[in-house]
């Protein structure tokens, strides 16, 4: 039996083109502050192709389909201080690859790789140095010319192939990204339980309380990280798009605005709810909350396969245009009719954002967003805010197992003519679609967003 892993190489290697060869790095180790690193993270390509988690490896890939690890040696010192390693001698069966040796050797082997092959593919602009490496790594093969060895006579992107591999979710990748949703989903449930339980007790409430719920969740439910920083913003700060939890007091009759989810075993998830503190909705909030979730549901509707990447943005962003105007937000004698709101970009102020991102091992997943078959189909258009001339393709027509987040959003900054119920409201609703056949599958909605049920939950 072939590894879920031997088949993404097979499949890559197969689009390597004759005498190809592909060289993908885990990621370094960073350092956090004196003998202390941040906790260590792989590079998703890499463990896209191998499942490894180990730092201090790289994969080389031919086109015939030979694989070969670098890792780290067996080192029992090392091994002491900080853990297990797997070593080169158990990797071959371990990982199912030809080869391995110690990473050790990395500047000897790589070069005896390269010799006489077509072309090099590596990530671009993903690793520092690495193009650097490769050049490194190339010269004693040109050096060694006079013998008759051949050197690469190109260069080439491995995002471009990688990226599009990605793009489109296997069954396994779904399940993870399925669970990675349902835990986030309880620690947002516990968050909110918290808020409410301790403003009825009469405590005080920080923002880093309602963070401590959600780690908590991920942790316990066997999640390795958050799958980015949780913004988790009270009242006002609701309003500042990439707020981190802070000490901010969590007030009775605001808001909260939490953005954030786990990673488990390498795949994300992304969530983002909006619950009064309290547990109750006010009049204003509750009307800019059932609107934000009314262009969230246009969005979802919009969102099967065939559809175009763009179709959940513009379709929520109708339904936003047209409830601004309902709400008094926008004042129709001065921006016009929702069709106006939308062409001159008049919702801008309060939804800077769009409504998607791919989602998968990476929170902002790679992939392209532009048709690959449309690419060149450009068009210009001025764009009503900034005067700038926008140069746009046709985006991305969805498939089945593509992934991407829904998430729109409206923040009301106080200003002129925006009425004074509404300032410092800030709220967005997130969740993560798989898309299928038909429509697509919600993966997030462990925790409510009906208004009702987030009252409810927020009872006991
Ligand atoms: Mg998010
Ligand atoms: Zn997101």
Redesign the pocket.
């Known amino acids: 039996m072939t590894s879920l892993y031997a088949q993404r190489r097979a499949r890559l290697a197969a689009q390597l083109g004759p005498g190809g060869i592909a060289i993908i790095p885990t990621a370094p180790v960073a350092a956090r502050n004196r003998d202390s690193d941040f906790p260590y993270r792989h590079d998703s390509y890499f463990y896209y192709l191998t499942g490894f988690a180990e730092p201090g490896a790289c994969l080389v890939l031919t086109s015939e389909g030979e694989a070969t690890l670098l890792c780290q040696p067996k080192d029992l010192e090392r091994e002491i201080w900080d853990g297990y390693r797997l070593g080169p001698q158990a990797a071959i069966e371990a990982l199912g690859v030809d080869a391995a040796y110690p990473s050790t050797e990395i500047d000897t082997r790589l070069p005896r790789l390269l010799e006489n092959r077509a072309t090099v593919w590596f990530p671009f602009a993903t690793h520092a140095g690495l193009a650097a490496r490769v050049e490194a790594w190339l010269a004693p093969v040109r050096a060694r010319s006079r013998m008759g060895v051949l050197c690469p006579a190109r260069q080439d992107d491995l995002c471009t192939l990688l990226d599009e591999m990605r793009l489109v979710k296997d069954a396994h990748e779904q399940d993870l990204i399925r669970r990675a949703g349902a835990i986030s989903a309880r620690g947002h449930i516990r968050a909110m339980r918290r808020s409410s339980r301790m403003l009825r007790a009469g405590e005080d409430v920080r923002e880093y309380h309602l963070d401590a719920e959600l780690l908590h969740a991920f942790r316990d439910a066997g999640s390795q990280f958050p799958a980015y920083t949780s913004i988790v913003a009270a009242g006002a700060n609701a309003c500042v798009l990439h707020y981190r939890a802070g000490d901010t007091p969590v007030r009775a009759g605001e808001l909260v605005l939490i953005d954030a989810a786990c990673e488990l075993d390498g795949y994300a998830s ?1 969530i983002t709810r909006t619950f009064p503190a309290d547990g109750r909705f006010r009049g204003p909030q509750r009307a800019l909350y059932e609107l934000v979730l009314a262009s969230q549901q246009a969005a979802i509707a919009a969102t099967r396969a065939g559809q175009r990447f763009d179709a959940p943005h513009d379709a929520a962003v109708a339904v936003l245009a047209q409830g601004m105007l309902d709400l008094g937000l926008l004042d129709a004698d001065k921006v016009g009719s929702a069709q106006d709101v939308i062409a001159q970009r008049a919702y801008f102020p309060f939804y800077m954002h769009r409504t998607s ?1 791919w989602m998968g091992m990476d ?1 902002h997943d790679c992939g392209s967003y532009v048709e690959p078959s449309e690419q060149d189909q450009t068009s210009e258009h001025q764009d009503p805010l900034t005067g700038q001339t926008v140069t746009r393709r046709p985006s991305r027509i969805l498939r089945p197992g593509m992934v991407l ?1 829904l ?1 729109p959003g409206i923040y009301v900054r106080p200003a002129e003519g925006v009425p004074e119920r509404f300032h410092h409201i800030g709220i967005r609703i ?1 969740d993560d679609a798989i898309v299928t056949a038909e429509g697509c599958e919600l993966v997030t909605r462990g925790v409510p967003v009906e208004p009702d049920a987030i009252e409810a939950l927020m009872r006991d």
Request: glycine letters at 0%; hydrophobic letters at 15%; aromatic letters at 0%.
């Open positions: 992304d991102h929170v987040t998430e997130e």
